[in-house]
């Protein structure tokens, strides 16, 4: 195995150019740990945050960007059980992910689905872990309920619209041009509102209310999403692009009985990590070999363009997922 590897690393807080390459040694696996050599890492929105300085990795993680990848484990630490020298895997990474060569938790890492690519199987582990860890252990949402996704175009918003078809939801989505509202619901979406020129709290009056919203706009959504939610109904944040802080009234809250809550994936346990591995790998796995979920690529890029990408993500001109591709 090589002793070295190329990298993206962040140079300085900032925008897509201070991602820059460099020379690192390969990760030695800790105990539980396996070392994957990746063929393809996903790109989120974390990372972005990460490298404008926003979002610090957990203590002990790299600090290479990089939450998700697919590729073969080529070592492993002590006490590994699971894998062996050769297996193929898509793993949800605490962070290295924008390098040829990472290290995760063996409990983090899930076999390749029946059918589908190392490319695509790079896309599943953050966007899959998140949407159901949120959407269903969280959320709690239930067949025929009324479901809300905004950003319904993204990697978070193709994979939430097709898991909450397949679980026999009414899905709703936002997106921001008619071309995304059009593909949205070509996944599965009863409906997609364009925000541009569509009130989605208006058009929840119509249908009764939400009985879950799945929302990582935050700012000025927060309330409007409230008023969107049919009593009784969940509100369950993942992000704040809009910001965190907003003024909201929560007599209506008490009055409707609504629930307000939310998570980040990257903070949690090693423990709750693997929890969300195992349901997501008994119950999502399934839907794909069905094919009633597939991974949605909007792009692909080498790794050293990785600025490219983060270009490409933050101008929201894309649907699905974008990934980076490691050097052969």
Known sequence: MDTSMLAMEISAPGGPDVLVPTSLPVPVPGHGQIIIRLAYAGVNRPDALQRA??????????PLPGLE?????????????????????CALL?????AEYAACNE?????????LSLREAACLPETCFTVWSNMVMRGKLKAGERFLVHGGSSGIGTTAVQIARALGARVFATAGTDEKCRAV??????????????DFQEEAKTLGGFDLILDM????Y??????ALADDGRLVQIAFLQGPKVELNFAEMMMRRL?????????QSDAAKAAIAHQVETHVWPLIKSGKFRVVIDSEYALTDAPAAHWRMESSGHIGKIVLRMPE
């Not at 300085?53 to 790299?62: D, I, L, R, V």
């Not at 990848?69 to 895997?89: C, L």
């Not at 409990?107 to 059918?115: D, K, N, R, V, W």
């Not at 070509?186 to 509102?193: D, K, M, P, Q, S």
Request: aromatic fraction near 6%.
């Open 94 to 98: 605490p962070g290295g992910g924008y």
């Open 217 to 220: 706009v935050g700012g000025p």
């Open 259 to 267: 629930t307000l809550t939310g998570s980040t994936l990257r903070p």
């Open 69 to 89: 990848g697919a590729g073969t484990v080529v070592a492993m630490g002590p006490g590994v059980t699971r894998w062996q020298i050769g297996d193929k895997v």
């Open 107 to 115: 409990a983090h890492a899930l076999p390749i689905p029946e059918g």
């Open 53 to 62: 300085g926003s979002y610090a990795p957990p203590a002990n993680a790299s």
């Open 185 to 198: 619901e070509a996944l599965g979406a009863e409906t997609c509102f364009n925000y541009e020129t569509t």
């Open 222 to 227: 927060l309330p409007r999403n409230v008023r």
